[in-house]
Structures are given as C-alpha cells and as structure tokens.
C-alpha cells in the first residue's frame, strides 16, 4: 500500500509540473511602449486563423526552475483541432534524471504513458494512464481557463485579446518562413469577455484565481506571424507559484506542417488505468499559487 500512495505522489507531481508548465500562465519580459491597434489585430487574426486550423505539428523546448525543481524539456507532437485530438512525446531531465512520456489526448482526456512515469508499475500493468484533465483543473480551481493539458499551443487562446499596445519588433525567418514578429500584453480581464456568456462566469473566477496566483493581470508573450496569418513562434517566459514552490518557465514554440493529415490513434480501455479519482484526491490539498510569507 505504501508503495501505491507513493507512485500515486509521484504521478500526481508530474500532473502538477504539466499544469505549472502549461495549464497556467504569467508574464514575459515586459515590452516598452510604442503599440498600434493595427499590430494587435494582426495578432488577434493569427490567433483565430491559427486556432482554426485542421491541424499543425510543433516543436518546443521548456525550462521550469526553483528552489528545489530544475526541469528541461524538449516536446515534439502534432495539434487536430478538427477532432480535438492530439499527441505528442516529451523528453525532460528533473534533477539529473532523463524521463521520457508519451501522451495523447481528445477533447479533456488524456493518457500518459506509463513507463515514463517513475513508480507507475506499482499502480498497474497496463501501458496507459488515463485521467480527465477537466476534473483535474477544476480540483485546482482553473477549471475555466483554456487549458490543453501539456498542449503548449493552448497559449494562442489568451492572443485573443491582443490589445492596442501590441508591438511590432521586426521580421524574422523561422524555420524558412518569413514572419513578421510582434510583442503583446495580454489583459487577463479583457480575456474574460471573449469567452461565451454561458461560460463567462467560469473564466472569471479562474481568471481572478490565475491573476492572484502570479500577482499580476498582464500576460506578455511573443509572437511570430506569416502572411498566411499563422502563428508560427510563440515565445513565454514567466513566473508562477505551484504547490508552495516558486517557480520560472522558458518556453519556445515553433508550429509548422499546417493541415497535416497526419490521425491520432487513442489507447483502448482495454490499455488504460483510470486514475482521474486518485489523482482528484492526492490534489485535493495541493494549491495554485503561494501563501503570504
């Protein structure tokens, strides 16, 4: 039994890693001045013409660092949005440790692969882990942001509500696209009133939870935009406070192979362990965010 409670601890860490990397936002290197309505529609257009996209590959490279968590990551994967599908492998070094996890998801269930998580054969024999990533962020009290889980995409959602002081930096090659690179300050309020009325209510208690977690209502990011109007970079870097420990993460994000009719093949139940309850509860105590020191 102890063996179980302890790779239980294990998988529901790295359910929180996920979330402190993805599932949650802050902000950037703040820009200074100098925006344009015309440059924050341009990167509201990206976002909606990207978001509505069949599908895309991406590549992206992360970094979460505190006190006692150094994390590096490379993830590869491709994005349906047509069928709300994906997969994608991530490779991370913790603490000197090389992990390797697979995982795919439709609509908010996800499966992770079980051998790379350290401990995962105390809990089952079979090859997946499944859990439900809604009951999950709703545990946390994030229930209503546009969380995708370990999809690090999902930020493209927040560029919605691109504002008049969006900055235009230049122009860059990336991956040999030309693409037309910009700077945007988020107001996570602004973001609330996109969301539909039904769902408003939701997204502002998750919103307020989010801005009181990283002591701010800005969320800068970086993006770059070919004349497709694709995003084609996305670039994070930002503090956050996860069950009690500071941390920072890096990310860059690159998308590319648009309308790939590549499918996204899902583990049966047959090859999936269900541990949405298991996970709900060892969360239970664990907080987005830091108490006053």
Not at 272 to 283: A, G, N
Request: contains cysteine; glycine residues 10%; positive net charge.
């Amino acid at each position: 039994m102890r063996r179980k409670s302890s790779a239980l601890a294990a998988v529901a860490a790295a359910i929180m890693i996920v979330l402190a990397g993805c599932g949650s936002s802050g902000s950037a290197s703040k820009t200074a001045g100098g925006g344009s309505p015309h440059a924050g529609s341009a990167v509201v257009r990206a976002a909606d013409v990207t978001g509505s996209s069949s599908g895309y590959r991406f590549q992206a490279t992360m970094s979460v660092t505190g006190a006692s968590t150094a994390l590096k990551a490379t993830m590869s994967g491709m994005i349906l949005s047509a069928s709300h599908r994906g997969a994608l492998a991530l490779r991370e070094r913790v603490q000197g440790h090389s992990v390797n996890v697979s995982e795919r998801y439709s609509g908010k269930t996800y499966w992770v692969s079980a051998t790379g998580i350290p401990g995962a054969a105390a809990l089952t024999s079979k090859p997946w882990l499944k859990y439900n990533l809604g009951s999950t962020l709703n545990q946390l009290g994030v229930g209503g942001l546009p969380s995708g889980g370990s999809n690090p995409t999902q930020f493209l959602a927040y560029l919605k509500a691109a504002g008049a002081d969006t900055q235009k930096l230049g122009t860059q090659t990336v991956r040999g696209v030309a693409t037309t690179h910009y700077a945007v300050a988020v107001n996570l309020n602004s973001y609330v009133r996109l969301v539909p009325s039904a769902d408003r209510t939701a997204a502002r208690k998750a919103i307020q939870r989010l801005i009181s977690t990283l002591g701010s209502s800005t969320l800068h990011m970086q993006i770059w935009v070919d004349h497709h109007n694709l995003a084609r970079r996305l670039y994070l870097s930002f503090p956050e406070c996860v069950a009690q420990q500071h941390l920072h993460l890096g990310m860059t994000i690159d998308l590319f192979d648009f309308a790939t009719k590549a499918t996204v093949t899902l583990p049966t139940e047959a090859q999936s362990y269900d541990i949405t309850s298991l996970v709900d509860r060892e969360l239970a105590t664990e907080k987005l965010g830091c108490s006053a020191s």
